[in-house]
């Protein structure tokens, strides 16, 4: 099992926010893909992450879990 630590930052109301850290699985594997996620898209082609510092990351994979407790998001990329 990884550790994980929750970053927490104040958004422009001053209301704290949590954000997530995105693990890619791989077989029985887990890898930290992106830290300080803030956003999630998801459409029919792919999924986009967005960091706090704007930093994007598209890729096509399935969502596996997602763990609002500990802050974490489990991905399993989709292979053509």
Excluded at 11 to 17: R, T
Aim: charge should be negative; include cysteine; glycine fraction near 2%.
């Amino acid at each position: 099992m990884l550790a994980t630590e929750t970053v927490k930052v104040r958004n422009l109301w001053g209301v704290e926010m949590c954000l997530a850290k995105v693990y890619l699985k791989e077989d029985d594997n887990k890898t930290l893909f992106l830290e300080n996620v803030a956003s999630v898209e998801i459409s029919a082609e792919k999924i986009t992450l967005t960091t706090i510092f704007w930093e994007t990351k598209e890729m096509q994979a399935d969502i596996k879990k997602i763990d609002f407790a500990n802050s974490n998001i489990l991905l399993e990329e989709v292979t053509q």
